[in-house]
């Protein structure tokens, strides 16, 4: 009879790897849940994990017996090295430890996409353990044994096959030359964007279109810790609509000069800052929006792009508002061409909202791919 375990921590992917490594390969995780606690009208809300994880009992002891070289099957691992909540870890600050909250904790799971994303979870997990475990050692021949003939290589049609269902993906050829084994292989090894700086002073812009960028921005200085005024808003006049009647707007920088002049008293302030950088769709909008961003000399800047549009279009824009360091993707998850955003030559950040991890994409492709077999190739 098995025994249910409840773990708490405030990291998903850590909790995973406590599983696979102190509850053994026979630990199934049954349910996953996001919690939340504490904070006022849905604002400042502190998050942790809560697995429910069935563990059986050891069998009962037995006699030994002369061991008799068996292959072993690959048992189903449950670790990996990031997922959804890897948000406060990859990016963002340690969350306090959980104590005596003062509202009754509300828990979610995140809808669709979260389920979706922990069924991935198990199947890449599954899959890494399959690639980890050690074959048995071959025998020698003897002396003198007959000459070994060496056989042609197999065709790998499985493997083909994956790249060919990647490529309509749009995967990017560079990266489909690589051969992957697997979909875990693929992701495994797509280029990462680096950290945001969160040293006092330090700007990054994140630069979009109105609405879009705001509501990146906000999350982003969520997840680093930062104040609520610490995200400015800005934009050239136009590139946003107005606001309501009678009401101040928070624009601030909306030319170069303002642009210079902020940046030059941003670098006295106790933490770091964000910058939205709201850019209008015409030519001149993208100029102007271009400008802007030089002019605030950013230690890294952001491009929030939509998965769902032509990839030529986004990367026309790119080029005429960047260069830029790092994408936040919207749309991944609804798109036919996932991969296509690889191929923008822009390492993705996030995508929906959630760090760009192996899991997510993973994730991400085998959603477009419809449940197809694509994690062994």
């Given amino acids: 009879m098995a025994r249910r375990l409840l773990l708490e921590g405030h990291d998903l992917a850590s909790l995973l790897v406590q599983v696979a490594d102190e509850l053994g390969p026979g630990a199934k995780v049954i349910r996953a849940e996001r919690v939340r606690t504490g904070g006022f009208a849905g604002f400042f809300q502190r998050e942790h994990f809560e697995l429910t994880v069935d563990v059986p009992d050891a069998p009962p002891a037995r006699r030994p017996v002369r061991a008799v070289p068996q292959p072993r099957s690959a048992p189903a691992a449950v670790g990996l090295d990031a997922l959804l909540e890897a948000a406060d870890a990859a990016d963002g600050p340690a969350t306090p430890g959980q104590g005596a909250a003062a509202a009754a904790p509300v828990v979610s799971t995140g809808g669709e996409a979260f389920a979706d994303v922990l069924a991935q979870v198990r199947a890449l997990a599954a899959e890494r353990a399959s690639a980890t475990s050690v074959p048995s050692p071959a025998p020698t021949a003897p002396a003198d044994a007959m000459p070994t003939v060496v056989l042609p290589p197999?065709?790998?049609?499985?493997?083909?096959?994956?790249?060919?269902?990647?490529?309509?993906?749009?995967v990017p050829d560079v990266l489909l030359?690589?051969?992957?084994g697997s979909l875990a292989a693929l992701v495994a090894e797509l280029p990462t964007a680096q950290q945001p700086p969160r040293e006092p002073g330090s700007v990054i812009?994140?630069?979009?279109?109105?609405?879009?960028?705001?509501?990146?921005a906000a999350l982003l200085a969520d997840r680093l810790g930062l104040p609520t005024d610490a995200v400015v808003t800005a934009g050239a006049p136009g590139s946003r609509p107005p606001g309501p009647r009678g009401r101040g707007s928070r624009q601030q920088p909306s030319?170069?000069?303002?642009?210079?002049?902020?940046?030059?008293?941003?670098?006295?302030?106790?933490?770091?800052?964000?910058?939205a950088l709201a850019v209008g769709e015409g030519a001149d909008e993208r100029a102007a929006g271009s400008e802007l961003r030089h002019?605030?000399?950013?230690?890294?800047?952001?491009?929030?792009v939509d998965a769902r549009t032509r990839t030529s279009d986004v990367a026309a824009w790119l080029a005429s508002v960047g260069p830029f360091d790092a994408l936040a993707v919207r749309g991944l998850f609804d798109t036919a061409e996932p991969g296509a955003v690889l191929g923008l030559g822009v390492p993705v950040a996030w995508c929906d909202g959630i760090p760009a991890t192996p899991a997510a994409w993973a994730a991400a492709f085998d959603r477009a791919l419809d449940g197809a077999p694509a994690w062994v190739g």
């Fill in 295 to 304: 002019a605030f000399a950013a230690d890294q800047t952001w491009a929030v």
């Fill in 255 to 275: 030319d170069v000069t303002a642009a210079h002049a902020w940046r030059a008293a941003s670098r006295k302030a106790p933490h770091a800052w964000v910058v």
């Fill in 177 to 180: 030359a690589r051969a992957p």
């Fill in 205 to 216: 812009v994140v630069a979009g279109a109105a609405g879009a960028v705001d509501t990146t």
């Fill in 154 to 170: 197999q065709p790998a049609p499985l493997a083909d096959a994956l790249t060919q269902r990647l490529g309509a993906l749009g």
